[in-house]
């Protein structure tokens, strides 16, 4: 009988990894908002990212790394504003992103404001 439990176990292991596996691939419904280093608010950043790299517009998010690790490919989808829909790497982070929550690099200080807030959908790719 003994020999019958480590089995199942393997089983449940295998299976959560599973699960995990198609989180990854599932879209899932985050807040996200966006920012600009040509805010006036923003004077203070050299525009280097948690990962090292310079932010670029169409490129650079800024996630948090529990959620989304850092060097993440991420698809980003906001019919709100398909402007912004593509491919995204996860690397910055910040102190608000939390969770669910994403952080959009845009240059322009003015298109960042008139994003605002918006409920999209993204996946780790």
């Not at 292991?13 to 599932?26: D, H, I, L, P, V």
């Not at 920012?35 to 050299?46: G, K, L």
């Not at 790299?53 to 991420?74: C, L, Y």
Request: charged share 20%; with cysteine.
């Amino acid at each position: 009988m003994a020999a019958v439990a480590p089995k199942q176990e393997a089983k449940t292991s295998q299976k959560t990894e599973t699960n995990q596996s198609a989180t990854r691939s599932t879209m899932q419904t985050f807040n996200v908002s966006a920012y600009s280093i040509n805010a006036p608010d923003m004077s203070w950043s050299t525009g280097t990212t948690a990962t090292g790299t310079q932010v670029q517009e169409g490129r650079t998010i800024a996630t948090d790394p529990n959620v989304i690790p850092m060097g993440s490919r991420v698809e980003l989808s906001c019919p709100s504003y398909p402007s912004v829909n593509g491919i995204y790497v996860a690397e910055d982070t910040g102190g608000a992103i939390k969770g669910y929550k994403l952080d959009l690099y845009i240059h322009s200080a003015d298109r960042a404001v008139d994003f605002g807030r918006r409920q999209c959908s993204a996946r780790i790719l």
